[in-house]
């Protein structure tokens, strides 16, 4: 199949790569001449495992290119929309001026039989509004929702081999030919039987949201228990591990912790509730708000354990912080709840040093306040917190023996609940972690 990509972030990039490697012909589009530039190369723009490789095996069948210009989509039958839905400055709503602008740009090129494939993170009602504008340019192209549920640091896998498809489709005979063109573009994974539920625009939009919002509230709920532990001296983990032994409840999306971050779940969670605010039905969501307070308290809660640790006050005391990620395999620091207690110990008057095998660039963008190190060693140097905030895998297997005589003090926050309270304890260090006791 010709396919087009608008959006080569996180997202677009990913997806771009990974149809050219199922044997489709695939342009890139993005309007950041530099993003374009690195992917032309083979160099991704953002850390993402596999990426690299799958772009540059691509780029070499020459099935895959990218460019800045929308009219060479003109040549593709399948366009995806693949662009950012970021949260509006000092508003909950989702801002949709990419949205917008990636589909005008790509109406002009529209032939009859196209097909554009919404994959973007949009509130409910978006898909019908750009249904209109494919058919008032083109009434023989048609519109597809088919959200995305990819994670970042599985995001080839994810793209690859997805755990379902949702298609939301028009019932029309237009709707159900669309619908079979994205089946041939997915033809692989369905062979392998993928499941695919085939819905109306509106659930289609839901359902991303709704995942998320589900996702979110799962956090939500063992951090909300990890308070409860911490006014009762019980143990969060030991009971997300009881709990999650339960089929019906699983112990997947139960680690408590500093809580969850990124690009997706915080601003999604924010945009359902503005939308279901515009729908009139906001009580429906406003348990979203208190996912969202539970999450935002706990960031709170790990400053204050710190100044616990430091005997009542954080200021010009030493703290290491490893890890900026939002999450481990990621360099986005997009509300990275572990940057978020840095910058905040810092301005209540902490020397913080950062550290990150991945996100030090993007952070340092984000807090140029903040002091970075590059590795483990230099930011423990003379520590006298240690503040574990992501879990990648070469901090949960830090040997506390040998780190203990690096630092000064032998305080360490396990903001993760990722590391062995018995072999840290047993080498002479202070471990506290959030809803332990
Ligand atoms: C999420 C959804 O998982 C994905 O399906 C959707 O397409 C995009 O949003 P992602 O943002 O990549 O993906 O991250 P995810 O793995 O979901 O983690 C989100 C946050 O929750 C991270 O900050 C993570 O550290 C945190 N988290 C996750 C927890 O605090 N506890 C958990 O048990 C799981």
New binding site residues.
């Given amino acids: 199949m010709q396919i087009s990509v608008f959006g080569c972030g996180y997202l677009g990039a990913v997806h771009a790569a990974c149809m050219a490697h199922l044997g489709h012909e695939v342009v890139g589009i993005d309007v950041l001449p530099e993003q374009v530039a690195l992917l032309g190369q083979g160099r991704a723009p953002f850390h993402e495992p596999g990426l690299p490789e799958l772009l540059e095996s691509s780029l070499a069948t020459g099935r895959l290119s990218f460019s800045i210009d929308a009219a060479s989509a003109a040549s593709a039958t399948v366009h995806f929309i693949c662009v950012g839905t970021p949260q509006k400055k000092n508003e909950y709503a989702a801002d949709l001026r990419y949205v917008r602008a990636a589909v005008t740009g790509l109406l002009p090129f529209l032939k009859p039989g196209d097909v554009v494939v919404g994959k973007s993170?949009v509130p409910v009602g978006t898909a019908e509004e750009l249904a209109e504008l494919v058919h008032e340019a083109q009434p023989e192209a048609e519109l597809i929702w088919n959200p995305?549920?990819?994670?970042?640091?599985f995001a080839v896998e994810?793209t690859l081999r997805p755990d379902r498809f949702v298609y939301g489709v028009a019932d029309t005979d237009q709707g159900r030919a669309a619908a079979a063109v994205l089946d041939e573009v997915y033809a692989r994974a369905l062979g392998d039987g993928t499941p695919k539920i085939e819905t109306d625009l509106a659930t289609a939009q839901l359902v991303?949201v709704a995942?998320?919002s589900f996702?979110?509230t799962?956090?939500s709920f063992?951090?909300a228990m990890a308070e409860l532990c911490e006014a009762t001296g019980a143990d969060v983990t030991q009971l997300a591990d009881a709990i999650g032994h339960d089929a019906r409840i699983g112990r997947?999306?139960?680690?408590?912790?500093?809580?969850?971050?990124?690009?997706?779940?915080p601003k999604?969670i924010r945009a359902f509730m503005a939308r279901a605010g515009e729908l009139g039905v906001d009580q429906a969501l406003s348990f979203l708000r208190e996912v969202d307070s539970i999450n935002m308290r706990r960031r709170v809660r790990m400053v204050d354990l710190a100044r616990e640790v430091c005997g009542g006050s954080i200021v010009g005391r030493k703290i290491a912080v490893l890890g900026a990620a939002?999450?481990p395999d990621?360099d986005d620091v997009r509300d990275?709840?572990a940057l978020s207690v840095a910058a905040q110990m810092q301005l209540q008057g902490a020397y913080v040093t950062v550290s990150d095998p991945q996100a030090i660039d993007n952070a340092a963008k984000k807090w140029p306040d903040l002091v970075f190190a590059a590795s483990v060693e230099d930011a423990v140097a003379d520590a006298e917190v240690v503040l574990v905030a992501?879990?990648w895998p070469e901090y949960v297997g830090l040997d506390p023996t040998a780190l203990r005589s690096k630092v000064r003090e032998p305080n360490v926050l396990d903001g993760?609940n990722c590391l062995d309270p018995v072999a840290w304890r047993a080498a002479g260090w202070t471990y506290r972690a959030l809803g332990r006791r």
């Fill in positions: 993170t995305e549920f990819l994670r970042e640091g994810d991303k995942a998320n996702l979110a799962k956090i063992i951090n997947r999306f139960l680690n408590a912790g500093l809580g969850f971050g990124g690009g997706c779940l999604d939002f999450k990621s990275s709840p992501t879990e993760r």
